[in-house]
C-alpha cells in the first residue's frame, strides 16, 4: 500500500493472487506488463476525476481495472461522471495505438507487443460490459440517471448487474455438467462482481440519503442556469418517501400538491421536503 499525491494505492487481494500463480507459472514478465496497463487504466479515471473536481481518496487495483473511492458532495453530474468513467478505457486505446504505431515502426519485441495490445484490448472491452462496478455499468448507470427517477436508477441498475454477475458465475462453472475444469479466472472475477453488487445494494439506503444531502448542487445549478424546474404532482396523502423517490439527478424539483379534489393546494420546493425529510 502506497501514497501517491494524498491518494492511497493498494492491491486487491485477487490480484495478489494473480500475482502467486504468475510467480508459480513463470509469467512474471506479463503480470508486469498487466500490472502496468491497469495502474495506467486507472490513473485515466483518477486524472479525469481531479480535472472534474472529484477528490479520490483510494484506488485499489484489480487484474482487469480498480476500484476508486471519490467524494463529489453532490457536484458530479451524469456527464462527468461518464467522463470519468471513460477515461480509463481511453488509456488502453491510446496504448494500442502506440503499440500499433511501433510494431509498424519494426521497434521492440513483436511477440511483446502483441501480448501487450491483446491484454491492453481484452481489458478494454471488459471494462466497457455494462455491469456494475465496471466502466460500462457506471457509463449505463449515469446515463439512466439523466432519465429515470435517481433511486431506480440505483436500484436496477443494482439488480441487472447481480443478475449479470450470477451469469457469469454459472458460465464459469458450466463445464463441470460436462466432467471439465471450471473456468476459474471467470468464476473469481464474478464473486467479485456479485460481491461488489451484493454490497452496493445493501448500501443504497445510504447512497440516496448522500443523494439528498447534496441536492443544494442541483439548486445551485437551477439558479445559475435558469433551467426551468421539473414539477413532481403528489396527493397530500403519499408518503414522503415515495416523492424523494422520484427524484431526477440533474433536475431541480417542485412539488404540486392535489387533494382529494384534484386541486393544487399548495407548491413546495424539494428543499423543504428534504428539510422535513430529515428533521422529522
Known amino acids: 500500500m502506497i501514497r501517491i499525491f494524498g491518494i492511497q494505492l493498494s492491491l486487491h487481494p485477487l490480484f495478489v493472487l494473480v500475482m502467486l500463480l504468475s510467480v508459480i507459472t513463470g509469467q512474471f514478465l506479463e503480470l508486469l506488463t498487466l500490472f502496468m496497463i491497469v495502474f495506467i487504466h486507472e490513473m485515466g479515471h483518477v486524472c479525469a476525476a481531479l480535472l472534474n473536481g472529484v477528490t479520490v481518496k483510494s484506488v485499489q487495483l484489480l487484474p482487469f481495472g480498480g476500484v476508486a473511492v471519490i467524494e463529489d458532495h453532490g457536484r458530479l453530474n451524469a456527464g462527468r461522471e461518464i467522463a470519468i468513467a471513460i477515461a480509463g478505457p481511453l488509456q488502453n486505446g491510446i496504448m494500442i495505438l502506440i503499440a500499433l504505431l511501433l510494431q509498424q515502426l519494426g521497434g521492440g519485441s513483436s511477440a511483446f507487443l502483441a501480448y501487450f495490445i491483446q491484454a491492453n484490448a481484452i481489458i478494454a472491452l471488459f471494462n466497457l460490459l455494462p455491469v456494475l462496478p465496471l466502466d460500462g455499468g457506471k457509463i449505463v448507470q449515469a446515463a439512466l440517471s439523466t432519465l429515470v427517477p435517481y433511486y431506480y436508477t440505483l436500484l436496477w441498475s443494482g439488480r441487472v448487474s ?27 472475477i464474478g464473486a467479485f462482481l456479485l460481491y461488489s453488487n451484493v454490497t452496493d445494494q445493501r448500501n443504497l439506503p445510504y447512497r440516496f440519503l448522500a443523494f439528498l444531502m447534496n441536492r443544494e448542487a442541483a439548486y445551485e445549478r437551477y439558479l445559475s442556469l435558469g433551467s426551468t424546474a421539473r414539477p413532481i404532482v403528489a396527493f397530500y396523502a403519499k408518503p414522503l418517501d415515495d416523492i424523494l423517490r422520484l427524484f431526477k439527478r440533474n433536475q431541480y424539483h417542485f412539488i404540486y400538491v392535489m387533494n382529494e379534489d384534484n386541486n393544487v393546494v399548495a407548491v413546495v420546493p424539494e428543499q423543504r421536503l428534504i428539510a422535513s425529510y430529515f428533521g422529522r
Not at 447481480?162 to 473469481?188: C, D, E, F, K, Q
Open 162 to 188: 447481480i443478475a449479470a454477475s450470477g451469469l457469469v458465475i454459472g458460465y464459469a462453472l458450466l463445464p463441470l455438467t460436462a466432467g471439465a475444469g471450471l473456468r476459474l479466472n471467470l468464476l473469481m
